[in-house]
């Protein structure tokens, strides 16, 4: 398997743009979920999704940002309209959710979003 | 929900041993986890330990587990220049606290 897979890598927009970011999950994973990164705050979990299900969206920030999972192959993090404390680092992860209960999660590679 | 934290900054010498603290407040947590940041890339499950242990050990890595005071340890023996890294404590169940990271640095 290729891992999970972030798309675009790096994304550079200015202010009241809309922006789009992709993840391809592990197949075979039923937790998805979306972390954001930066200095000043750390990893922060934004959402996670069961089996194509949001469960929990308590740290999305505001309503401009919004996530789906129309499918257990994908999964998208908008934010309309972007502002200059959105950039950060944004992480999808998945996870088998093992039987055990543990929940190892496997991150993409991030993408780096860049608001002017 | 669980609270987790981690000293910022550890620096240690090629070949000696590396101790990474971290602090928990949520007892219930079944599972409690070390990742690995390297620059510019997601984090790596290093390794994960069960509640009811004490101690784990997966070759130069050692968690050690004090339920009682809620801390939680790294040990990486024989230090190399490639661990040199950011690591993370996490725990909880299905939605896990990451804490703030400790940002290793192995001098040659």
């Known amino acids: 398997d290729a891992g999970v897979i972030q798309s675009p890598r790096h994304e550079v927009t200015e202010m009241g743009q809309e922006v789009t970011l992709r993840c391809k999950p592990i197949?075979?994973?039923?937790?998805l979920f979306w972390y954001r990164q930066t200095m000043m705050r750390g990893l922060e979990l934004l959402i996670y999704?069961?089996?194509?299900?949001?469960?929990?969206d308590s740290g999305m920030p505001e309503d401009r940002f919004s996530a789906k999972m129309p499918n257990a192959s994908f999964s998208t993090l908008k934010i309309q309209p972007s502002e200059p404390r959105d950039s950060a680092v944004y992480f999808c992860?998945?996870?088998?959710?093992?039987?055990?209960?543990?929940?190892?999660?496997?991150f993409g590679p991030g993408t780096r979003l860049t608001v002017l | 929900g669980e609270d987790v934290e981690q000293s910022l900054f550890l620096s240690v010498r090629e070949g000696d041993s590396s101790v990474i603290n971290c602090t928990y407040t949520?007892?219930?947590?079944?599972?409690l986890y070390w990742y690995k940041q390297e620059p510019g890339a997601g984090l790596q499950l290093l390794t994960y330990?069960?509640?009811?242990?004490d101690m784990k050990q997966d070759q130069r890595l050692t968690v050690l587990l004090n339920k009682k005071d809620k801390h939680l340890s790294l040990r990486i023996a024989d230090t190399q220049t490639g661990d040199s890294a950011i690591y993370f404590c996490a725990g909880g169940y299905q939605k896990v606290t990451f804490g703030t990271g400790t940002k290793l640095q192995v001098i040659p």
């Open positions: 949520d007892s219930s947590s079944t599972y």
């Open positions: 992860a998945s996870s088998p959710l093992g039987l055990q209960g543990s929940n190892e999660q496997f």
């Open positions: 197949s075979g994973h039923d937790y």
């Open positions: 330990i069960f509640s009811n242990m």
């Open positions: 999704f069961n089996n194509n299900v949001p469960i929990d």
